[in-house]
């Protein structure tokens, strides 16, 4: 909580707390001579310093402190103690100002005093708790904030290496094998490393920029299968205007062409995507290869952990993943409550 805003709690709180005091007076009905304001003037001087002292230097030093048995003992002395003294206070003042003769009204101040200081020392102490406690929540809910963001960045740095690793072996295929697509092959990696370096490192990116670099990356695994319609991906629905973390839909695709079979059907991935509602569902499905996506069906591809974890911390509640198999047939759907 700001600094201003508490202050302006307590402004409030004493301007209410005087304000009744002083109302009091005007509404009696009868004229109110000077020397009543005098007196509720030390009064309210005295419960505000009774307040402060409980709540600016008790509560921090024992309470808070987690000194029980000290501050128990320490706040019935003080309550005591200043009980006295604004029994005395009043007393002394109320003779000064001529409201009372001598010091016989003590008795019955000793019991306004009892009153007063333990209201006050409950009001001090109910409030420094309330906001030290909101305080406290807010630091909490920061550090989780700042913990969460410092998790997503770690898994962010996991998945670049992990892709990367595996761009670079598929160009290393093209050298040895002499492969003409080597040079165009380079130019794609050059357009992901500029993604990795500029939109990767972001808290958000928009889908198409996402959409973009999925399709850089198929085009160089393509090149590297020599089959250019190995992979159908099919777009419906609007994309401008969606923003999605990085690197969300690439672990998918990647999983797809490491663990899937390349042998065979023409089409070996396809890959919806479709954007209604306020939603986001991307399916993408393949043909296995039954001993590669063992690694899959348990779960337990980096990728996919990854991924798992980036989406419990960005769409808690507000996604759901499938990972389903069924005659060497592997699909993944995601479905994401867009905001």
């Known amino acids: 909580m700001k600094k201003n805003i508490i202050i302006i709690i307590h402004l409030v709180f004493w301007f209410i707390v005087l304000s009744m005091s002083y109302a009091f007076l005007l509404f009696r009905g009868a004229a109110v001579p000077a020397e009543s304001y005098f007196h509720i003037t030390i009064k309210s001087a005295l419960e505000i310093t009774d307040f402060y002292i409980f709540y600016s230097l008790i509560i921090p030093l024992f309470f808070k402190h987690k000194k029980y048995g000290k501050f128990a003992l320490i706040s019935l002395s003080y309550i005591v103690v200043y009980l006295l003294f604004y029994a005395s206070v009043i007393t002394w003042s109320d003779i000064q100002l001529k409201l009372a003769s001598n010091w016989a009204g003590f008795r019955f101040n000793i019991l306004l005093a009892v009153y007063y200081t333990i209201l006050y020392v409950f ?22 904030q700042q913990n969460v963001k410092n998790e997503l960045a770690l898994l962010r740095s996991q998945i670049n290496p992990h892709f990367l690793f595996n761009t670079l072996n598929t160009i290393h295929s093209f050298v040895i094998s002499n492969n003409p697509n080597a040079a165009k092959a380079v130019i794609k990696l050059s357009d992901i490393m500029r993604y990795m370096l500029y939109d990767a490192t972001k808290e958000f990116i928009t889908l198409d920029q996402e959409l973009e670099f999925l399709d850089s990356y198929i085009t160089l695994q393509n090149f590297r299968l020599e089959k250019p319609g190995f992979v159908k991906f099919d777009k419906r629905g609007k994309t401008d205007g969606i923003i999605i973390p990085p690197m969300l839909l690439i672990p998918f695709v990647e999983n797809a062409f490491k663990h899937g079979k390349k042998k065979g059907a023409t089409t070996g991935i396809i890959i919806n995507l479709v954007t209604e509602n306020n939603s986001l569902l991307f399916e993408i499905t393949n043909f296995n290869d039954p001993v590669k996506s063992l690694e899959v069906r348990k779960g337990e591809g980096v990728g996919i952990k990854n991924l798992n974890r980036r989406l419990e911390l960005l769409y808690p509640g507000k996604h759901m993943l499938e990972l389903i198999e069924k005659d060497n047939i592997f699909t993944a759907k995601l479905n994401i409550e867009l905001t």
Do not use: P, T
């Open 123 to 144: 009001l001090g102490g109910l409030l420094k708790l309330a906001i030290d406690g909101y305080k406290n929540q807010q630091q909490k809910l920061l550090l989780e």
